[in-house]
């Protein structure tokens, strides 16, 4: 059970790797935590200032998850606190 999970997040990594970079969907790539961030700082950014497509939103959900997981301990709040100091005042909503 727990590898199907993981072949699933990959597998949405993947299709937002692919999004991104051009590299085909179905390769299994797992994205580093300086990746991750970037990903996410993006989103974020772009929410701030444009409506985000629904399958976007999936893709960032899916960054979102992993991220909180893999450099913050599963922990949301440390999360949002990097994720303000990351963006700065300018962009802070």
Not at 41 to 62: G, T
Not at 78 to 86: E, G, P
Request: charged share 25%.
């Amino acid at each position: 059970m727990r590898a199907q999970k993981f072949h699933q997040r990959t597998f949405s990594l993947a299709f937002l790797a692919s999004l991104a970079c051009g590299v085909p969907a179905d390769a299994e790539i797992m994205l580093s935590i300086d990746a991750l961030k970037r990903t996410y700082l993006d989103c974020e950014r772009r929410a701030l200032v444009q409506r985000i497509p629904a399958d976007e939103i999936m893709q960032c959900s899916v960054v979102y998850e992993d991220l909180k997981r893999r450099a913050f301990d599963d922990n949301w709040i440390k999360l949002w606190q990097w994720s303000r100091q990351a963006l700065g005042p300018s962009q802070d909503a």
